[in-house]
């Protein structure tokens, strides 16, 4: 057995970053979840749900739960896809691109937070090694 599991730090640090998110969005009211749904759309507004899905590695239930909040708290419309009535097409509304700057701020803030101490080849070798992890993970679930 491993002295130091990865996993145990894979979630401590994933919950630390979701509390530090969540509070920093309390004021919003918006939710962590909510958040990456938003900043999917800002990258290809017009995408449908299940592509949003597959792409970010999200659960259907999860983006399903999540896009009714945003629909109820008018950051997203959803539209029925004229080609295929059974896929569904997010997209922004004004009141979330009015929004963006404010959430983008959000990010770098805690961004800031996650990189505090940490040098630049500390960094590239972290994030080569988070997504080697990723990939060894999805490879098993997929």
């Known amino acids: 057995m491993y002295k130091e599991p990865i996993g145990k730090y894979l ?12 509070k920093k969005l309390k004021s919003y009211d918006i939710g962590t979840g909510e958040l990456f749904i938003l900043i999917a759309l800002y990258k290809e507004d017009g995408i449908c749900q299940q592509t949003l899905c597959e792409h970010y590695k999200i659960n259907k239930a999860a983006v399903g739960r999540a896009v009714n909040r945003l629909k109820e708290k008018d950051y997203i419309i959803k539209k029925t896809d004229e080609e295929d009535k059974r896929k569904r097409i997010l997209y922004l509304t004004d009141k979330a691109i009015n ?3 404010e959430f983008k ?3 770098n803030s805690a961004e800031e937070i996650v990189r505090k101490d940490l040098t630049k080849d500390e960094i590239d070798e972290f994030l080569r090694i988070s997504k080697k992890i990723s990939k060894n993970l999805h490879d098993k679930i997929d």
């Open 11 to 22: 979630s401590i640090t994933k919950r630390a970053h979701s509390m530090l998110l969540q």
């Open 105 to 107: 701020k959000v990010l």
């Open 99 to 101: 929004m963006k700057s």
